[in-house]
């Protein structure tokens, strides 16, 4: 998985609360996202991050928010977990946004 | 709107056969075109990035085309074999601003049977 993992790998939590998921990379790349993959839907951006501190929202990001305090780390935080954002999360980087992404093993979120 | 179908949404085949998976799009503007392979419980793998001028690409048994006038691509698979048996998602990268944008096809499923 390129250098990429993700943590928890699978976490079941209630509605409500709140939930932080960490991507961690070792390839010193600049870009790196968060995906949710949800049966019938393509892979769909959250938010992504083009360097420390530097942030942008995706397409789907109601709900979400994310912090990258250091090249390495990109943390997914929702303040307030909701049944609809049961999904699998992907993190993602990559050097360049034209260049290949390359995905971390994926994070499985339920939400009771 | 920017938009990528694939099909056919899934497919069986049997072990030493060959199979073409099929990936139309309307993205505009078009930077480049990406096939992923995705096993079960794992994140996406990438098999081929083709740009615009680009009509064919193989990674080992897998042979991506692109005809970018009718914004078709195709992923053949020779002499599938069981490790096959995946998801496998086209990609449409769409130039913007600063950032590229990357637009997901919802996947074809392969099995492989023996």
């Known amino acids: 998985d390129a250098g990429i993992t993700q943590s928890p790998r699978h976490k079941v939590t209630e509605t409500g609360t709140p939930v932080t998921l960490r991507c961690h990379q070792t390839?010193?790349?600049?870009?790196m996202y968060w995906y949710r993959q949800d049966p019938g839907h393509g892979l769909r951006l959250i938010h992504y991050?083009?360097?420390?501190?530097?942030?942008d929202k995706g397409e789907v990001s109601d709900g979400y928010s994310v912090s990258r305090s250091k090249t390495e780390d990109f943390l997914l935080t929702l303040e307030s977990a909701t049944s609809s954002q049961t999904s699998v999360y992907f993190c993602?980087?990559?050097?360049?946004?034209?260049?290949?992404?390359?995905f971390g093993p994926g994070t499985r979120l339920t939400v009771l | 709107k920017n938009q990528v179908e694939q099909s056919p949404q899934s497919l069986i085949i049997l072990e030493g056969k060959n199979c073409t998976l099929q990936?139309?799009?309307?993205?505009?503007?078009?930077?480049?075109l990406r096939w992923y392979k995705q096993d079960t419980g794992r994140g996406p793998v990438s098999l081929t990035i083709?740009?615009?001028?680009?009509n064919t690409k193989s990674n080992g048994r897998y042979t991506a085309t692109l005809d970018a006038d009718t914004k078709q691509s195709s992923l053949h698979i020779t002499a599938s074999q069981l490790s096959d048996s995946a998801s496998y998602i086209c990609?449409?990268?769409?130039?913007?601003?600063?950032?590229?944008?990357?637009?997901f096809g919802t996947g074809t499923l392969l099995a492989v049977q023996p």
């Open positions: 390839e010193n790349h600049r870009y």
């Open positions: 991050s083009y360097g420390v501190k530097d942030t």
């Open positions: 990936c139309n799009y309307t993205v505009s503007p078009f930077s480049n």
């Open positions: 990609v449409v990268s769409a130039k913007g601003g600063a950032t590229n944008k990357l637009i």
């Open positions: 083709m740009t615009f001028s680009e």
């Open positions: 993602a980087i990559s050097s360049e946004t034209y260049n290949e992404q390359f």
